[in-house]
């Protein structure tokens, strides 16, 4: 065994066994062999049969840890890095996927631009048959480098994390994942990246970001915790990214992003029957972009639930 791999492919899980044989087998796929990639599964004490699915896949090739105790998927990621051994670090979801020439793109991204500190591609969008819901937005129209692209990120998320692939010692100068954000932490770690260094990205889609309402995602999106880890997000910017010249443009598009997710929650609402609906109405009233249209975005979408 190789101590320092080019790759570590470390897959966080809890309770997704039904869709980790595909993210198995989109990684063994193109397996560059022991020498460049370690593969490992690290479980947060699922309930499901998460062990016999790595064990049927795997075997011997992927490696497995167990939580002795279901910790939250923050220190699970923690776990991840923590025993991640090669230079070039992918946290690649149990539930989420990679397509044909992901690490080989990557790999050839690197040599290109050695001075990158992470480097993304673009992804699909897929719900829980595979089928694609949609396409994450292209920022060039090559392989390039992107500087100072925190300023970028910060009005929105655009990197999910199938999709990145992270230098080690990125890591462990800047540390890992922020405890304190239960839905946003990964667009925290990109934004903090890109601040210190210059990001390198793939024009073309090599991963796929699972939307499905069993993810801890969906689940968030129900209650409003998400909305809610949106305003913890926003102080960690401001008290360690956003420059005091950039604050009023940030608070403008903030409040959007807000909006959305408020919007978007409300919708997933309406079509499962949740109650929480109209609490998620009322919060888009408060943060769209101005009182006029927010009563009128309250006002069409109470008209609608009413079938008008």
Same mark, same amino acid.
């Not at 239960?182 to 210059?198: L, N, Q």
């Not at 909305?227 to 940030?250: G, N, T, W």
């Given at each position: 065994?190789?101590?320092?791999?080019?790759?570590?492919?470390?897959?966080?899980?809890?309770?997704?066994?039904?869709?980790?044989?595909? %993210?198995?087998?989109?990684?063994?796929?193109?397996?560059?062999?022991?020498?460049?990639?370690?593969? @490992?599964?690290?479980?947060?004490?699922?309930?499901?049969?998460?062990?016999?699915?790595?064990?049927?896949?795997?075997?011997?090739?992927?490696?497995?840890?167990?939580?002795? @105790?279901?910790?939250?998927?923050?220190?699970?990621?923690? %776990?991840?890095?923590?025993?991640?051994?090669?230079?070039?670090?992918?946290?690649?979801?149990?539930?989420?996927?990679?397509?044909?020439?992901?690490?080989?793109?990557?790999?050839?991204?690197?040599?290109?631009?050695?001075?990158?500190?992470?480097?993304?591609?673009?992804?699909?969008?897929?719900?829980?048959?595979?089928?694609?819901?949609?396409?994450?937005?292209?920022?060039?129209?090559?392989?390039?480098?992107?500087?100072?692209?925190?300023?970028?990120?910060?009005?929105?998320?655009?990197?999910?994390?199938?999709?990145?692939?992270?230098?080690?010692?990125?890591?462990?100068?800047?540390?890992?994942?922020?405890?304190?954000?239960? =839905?946003?932490?990964? =667009?925290?770690? =990109?934004?903090?990246?890109?601040?210190?260094?210059?990001?390198?990205?793939?024009?073309?889609?090599?991963?796929?970001?699972?939307?499905?309402?069993?993810?801890?995602?969906?689940?968030?999106?129900?209650?409003?915790?998400?909305?809610?880890?949106?305003?913890?997000?926003?102080?960690?910017?401001?008290?360690?990214?956003?420059?005091?010249?950039?604050?009023?443009?940030? @608070?403008?598009?903030?409040?959007?992003?807000?909006?959305?997710?408020?919007?978007?929650?409300?919708? @997933?609402?309406?079509?499962?029957?949740?109650?929480?609906?109209?609490?998620?109405?009322? %919060?888009?009233?408060?943060?769209?972009?101005?009182?006029?249209?927010?009563?009128?975005?309250?006002?069409?979408?109470?008209?609608?639930?009413?079938?008008?």
């Amino acid at each position: 065994m190789i101590d320092k791999p080019y790759f570590s492919v470390m897959i966080p899980t809890y309770n997704c066994a039904k869709y980790l044989r595909k %993210t198995l087998r989109s990684v063994l796929q193109q397996d560059l062999g022991i020498d460049l990639m370690q593969i @490992e599964v690290i479980d947060d004490c699922s309930s499901d049969s998460v062990a016999e699915v790595v064990q049927e896949i795997g075997g011997d090739r992927v490696g497995f840890y167990r939580q002795r @105790e279901n910790v939250g998927h923050v220190r699970n990621f923690e %776990t991840a890095l923590n025993r991640a051994r090669g230079k070039v670090v992918h946290l690649l979801h149990g539930d989420d996927f990679v397509l044909p020439g992901f690490y080989t793109s990557m790999m050839q991204a690197y040599e290109s631009f050695p001075d990158i500190g992470a480097c993304y591609c673009r992804h699909f969008f897929v719900d829980e048959l595979n089928d694609i819901l949609g396409i994450s937005r292209k920022e060039a129209n090559q392989d390039t480098v992107l500087y100072e692209y925190h300023k970028s990120l910060l009005q929105g998320q655009r990197i999910q994390t199938p999709s990145i692939t992270v230098k080690r010692e990125v890591f462990e100068k800047l540390g890992g994942f922020n405890a304190q954000l239960a =839905w946003t932490e990964d =667009w925290e770690m =990109w934004v903090r990246i890109c601040k210190h260094y210059p990001m390198g990205y793939i024009k073309n889609p090599l991963a796929a970001y699972r939307i499905h309402q069993v993810s801890s995602t969906g689940a968030k999106a129900l209650t409003g915790e998400n909305v809610r880890d949106l305003f913890r997000l926003k102080q960690v910017f401001l008290d360690s990214i956003v420059e005091p010249a950039e604050r009023p443009a940030f @608070e403008r598009s903030f409040r959007r992003v807000i909006f959305k997710v408020a919007e978007s929650n409300y919708l @997933e609402c309406k079509k499962l029957g949740n109650p929480n609906a109209i609490k998620h109405l009322r %919060t888009m009233g408060r943060y769209s972009e101005t009182r006029v249209r927010g009563l009128f975005y309250f006002l069409k979408y109470l008209l609608l639930s009413f079938g008008y």
